[in-house]
């Protein structure tokens, strides 16, 4: 078995830009003509503390509107360990609501090298990411503006300065970041997400009411913006 949870005809490159290696798809995989592919990591999980179970439930339900809405994109949750705990509730999850695993499957990799390391394209990253919008910070979001390189820093700057939990910002990626020329990731959607870590600021004090409220926002975001890219 792969790293992967999908079936194995989803690993292959079906992006707009690549449409020279449709050959290489095995017969039944989705006609490569143009399936938008959306990586994005559980939102506030980790550093964030935010509740497994009650980010699975929001994911899943939050994916089943997505899909049911759009034909020419598929979403992957990514997480960088086999043994992660959020992939695989919301896999389980997603199996028990029958979501169709072409439009929506998990992946376990580093979400920044889902292509040369996994064979998996993806031309939308989703990173979750702190209310300055800056790099480092540990987790996900220093692992994407490194990987990006400082294209991706100011291109974000250009756009905005900070943002409010809930909400997304769709970012362009420039040509010359690494991160599009390697892994063919031509957007990057920043989310930030409820925080539930006293550590870090907007700390929501274990207040699920609005944290639950805040996440289901944030995802809407996400997959809006991931929308505004395929129109
Ligand atoms: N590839 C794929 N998934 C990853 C990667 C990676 N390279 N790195 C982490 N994850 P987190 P949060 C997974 O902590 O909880 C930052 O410092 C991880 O296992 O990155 O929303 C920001 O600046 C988990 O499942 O984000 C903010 O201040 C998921 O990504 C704060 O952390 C999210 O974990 C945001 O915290």
């Given at each position: 078995e792969?790293?992967?949870?999908?079936?194995?005809d989803?690993?292959?490159?079906?992006?707009?830009?690549?449409?020279?290696?449709?050959?290489?798809?095995?017969?039944?995989a989705?006609?490569?003509?143009?399936?938008?592919?959306?990586?994005f990591?559980?939102?506030?999980?980790?550093?964030?503390?935010?509740?497994?179970?009650?980010?699975?439930?929001?994911?899943?339900?939050?994916?089943?509107?997505?899909?049911?809405?759009?034909?020419?994109a598929?979403?992957?949750l990514v997480?960088?360990?086999?043994?992660?705990?959020?992939?695989?509730l919301?896999?389980?999850?997603?199996?028990?609501?029958?979501?169709?695993?072409?439009?929506?499957f998990?992946?376990?990799?580093d979400?920044t090298?889902l292509?040369?390391?996994?064979?998996l394209?993806?031309?939308?990253?989703?990173?979750?990411?702190?209310?300055r919008l800056?790099?480092g910070g540990?987790?996900?979001?220093?692992?994407?503006?490194n990987?990006?390189?400082?294209?991706?820093?100011s291109?974000?700057?250009e756009?905005?300065?900070?943002?409010a939990?809930?909400?997304?910002l769709?970012?362009?990626?420039?040509?010359?970041?690494?991160?599009?020329?390697?892994e063919g990731?031509?957007?990057?959607?920043?989310?930030l997400?409820?925080?539930?870590?006293?550590q870090?600021?907007?700390?929501?004090?274990?207040?699920?009411?609005?944290?639950?409220?805040?996440?289901?926002?944030?995802?809407?975001?996400?997959?809006?913006?991931?929308?505004?890219?395929?129109?």
């Open positions: 792969g790293n992967c949870s999908a079936p194995s989803h690993v292959h490159k079906e992006m707009k830009h690549c449409q020279d290696q449709e050959m290489d798809m095995p017969t039944g989705i006609s490569s003509d143009s399936v938008y592919t959306l990586a990591p559980s939102i506030s999980t980790a550093d964030f503390h935010f509740n497994l179970e009650k980010a699975c439930d929001i994911i899943v339900e939050k994916v089943e509107e997505f899909v049911n809405k759009v034909n020419n598929r979403l992957v997480d960088l360990s086999h043994g992660s705990k959020i992939l695989s919301v896999r389980t999850k997603a199996a028990q609501k029958k979501i169709d695993s072409k439009k929506f998990t992946f376990v990799g979400i090298r292509y040369t390391e996994g064979g394209g993806c031309n939308v990253i989703a990173n979750a990411t702190n209310w800056k790099p540990g987790g996900v979001n220093a692992a994407i503006f990987a990006a390189g400082p294209a991706l820093e291109a974000t700057k756009r905005a300065g900070s943002l939990p809930g909400k997304a769709v970012v362009p990626l420039p040509s010359n970041s690494p991160l599009f020329a390697k990731v031509t957007h990057v959607i920043h989310v997400g409820p925080n539930m870590n006293p870090r600021p907007n700390y929501l004090n274990n207040d699920y009411v609005k944290g639950c409220k805040v996440l289901r926002e944030a995802y809407s975001s996400l997959f809006e913006g991931f929308a505004t890219i395929l129109s």
